[in-house]
């Protein structure tokens, strides 16, 4: 069993910061690749950063790149997603997710999901 529990969404302004975090439980992802995904309302799931097992290979979808960072603690299992400058358009659930195998692939596939957190940015 997996498990994946996203935390530290909430409501801000725009401008402001959030630091999301995603805590693994029922086995370790050290060396797997794990990675964030947006849902914003009435649209489809979305691709958002990934992290690869080192934490020193990055990707970051092109409208959050430069005010997201995501990073990684493999001895506590965890990923976060730091997120700046936030806009209003970056409104939406945000879901952590872990690939199950060594795909050598930050888009993908995803094996396992949390259930997501909502972040809300206000103008």
């Known amino acids: 069993q997996v498990q994946l529990v996203e935390s530290g969404g909430g409501l801000v302004q725009a401008g402001g910061s959030l630091r999301l975090s995603c805590a693994a439980s029922g086995r370790t992802f050290s060396r797997n690749t794990m990675g964030w995904f947006r849902q914003a309302p009435g649209k489809e799931r979305k691709f958002v950063a990934a992290?690869?097992?080192?934490?020193?290979?990055?990707y970051y979808e092109d409208s959050i790149k430069g005010r997201f960072t995501i990073s990684r603690d493999n001895a506590k299992n965890t990923v976060h997603l730091q997120m700046n400058s936030l806009k209003p358009e970056d409104t939406a659930v945000y879901y952590c997710a872990a690939q199950g195998g060594l795909y050598y692939n930050h888009y993908g596939p995803y094996d396992y999901w949390g259930q997501g957190t909502q972040v809300t940015v206000s103008s």
């Open positions: 992290i690869g097992w080192s934490g020193g290979s990055t």
